[in-house]
């Protein structure tokens, strides 16, 4: 049983000790060299300049009453940024304060309302390599693939095993499937590309889902209840855990192509590294980051995405490449 009180009572002492720095060793030394600038600030987005969606695309969507509203050629401010997926120079961002879904293009410094969405803190999304994107809607019990121009394409639900989407997550290698993390019943359903759902894994081993993220070695799965991040195989079956000496109240994570891990926790509002399964380092958000409040991670290439809904931006980390981080031969 993990004694949760000393556990947070920890937490907050070694953020007061730290005073708002980056901290890049941990309290047991790693057998993992990792340079001091493994993060590094780079770029804060706070919006980007309103446009519509492609050419020969859809209209903008049309919004419920209330729903705030931008000109086109005029700026779409963030309000309360809470999930995110990158991929290229694309930006997709789930603001539950303008209760829309949103696509950047941070070269365009652009912005395009994609759909109105019932948008609360669980969502989440993924970015595919055609351009489109999953959406995981707890608020609604749904999970929906969109287009650049804001078709829906797919739309899965299963109101028995899926009742509370928190996490979505589709690749290649599983011949079509999605796999949809259920914050009810703390497990994961796979659903066919019909929308069916064929099996489910993580049930008794997982207390809590609370985000997920694609890695090399398959499916991070953040377990807040335990205190943990959960590996599992595309196939299903668990590999291992990280973090149960490290992590408090972890809520985000995010994994890059070299395997790194790294995780959102909300009780010292840091940045926890891991490189198999050991952690590396821990780099205070509100210190040398920048960071209000971290909401939701992603990967992608060498930047490191944050959605920062307490500063109302997506705040941009540069990752220091994986073969830097290896002593010379």
């Known amino acids: 049983m993990v004694n949760l009180p000393r556990r947070t009572g920890l937490a907050a002492l070694v953020a007061l000790l730290a005073g708002g720095c980056a901290e890049a060793d941990m309290a047991t030394p790693s057998k993992r060299p990792v340079p001091t600038a493994l ?12 446009i519509t969606p492609e050419p020969g695309g859809l209209p903008m969507p049309a919004l419920p009453p209330g729903f705030p509203r931008a000109p086109i050629g005029g700026r779409l401010n963030f309000q309360l940024p809470v ?28 912005v395009a309302v ?34 650049r121009n804001g078709r829906v394409l797919r739309t899965f639900r299963d109101d028995r095993f899926a009742a509370r989407p928190v996490a979505v997550a589709w690749v290649p290698e599983a011949g079509g499937d999605v796999f949809v993390a259920d914050a009810q019943l703390a497990h994961i359903a796979v659903f066919d590309t019909f929308g069916r759902v064929i099996r489910r894994f993580g049930q008794g081993r997982l207390q809590s889902v609370a985000a997920m993220a694609i890695g090399p070695a398959g ?84 930047l490191l995405y944050v959605a920062d809904g307490l500063s109302a931006r997506v705040q941009i980390l540069l990752i220091t490449p994986e073969s830097l981080r290896r002593p010379s031969p």
Do not use: C, K
């Open 219 to 302: 499916l991070y799965v953040v377990d807040r209840l335990a205190q943990q991040v959960h590996v599992f195989g595309r196939d299903g079956q668990w590999l291992s855990a990280m973090g149960d000496d490290s992590l408090v109240m972890p809520r985000a994570v995010a994994v890059d192509s070299g395997g790194r891990v790294y995780v959102g926790d909300e009780a010292d509002g840091a940045v926890h590294v891991f490189i198999d399964g050991e952690p590396v380092a821990r780099f205070a958000g509100a210190g040398a980051l920048r960071l209000g409040r971290i909401d939701a991670l992603a990967a992608d290439g060498n």
């Open 114 to 147: 994609v759909a109105a969405v019932s948008a609360d803190m669980g969502s989440a999304l993924q970015a595919l390599p055609d351009g489109t994107a999953w959406l995981a809607e707890p608020a609604s019990g749904q999970a929906r693939q969109f287009d």
């Open 39 to 50: 993060l590094t600030p780079w770029l804060s987005l706070a919006g980007g300049w309103a």
């Open 83 to 110: 999930a995110l997926a990158a991929r290229d120079d694309v930006v997709w961002v789930v603001d539950a304060g303008l209760r829309q879904l949103l696509r950047l293009e941070r070269s365009r410094d652009s």
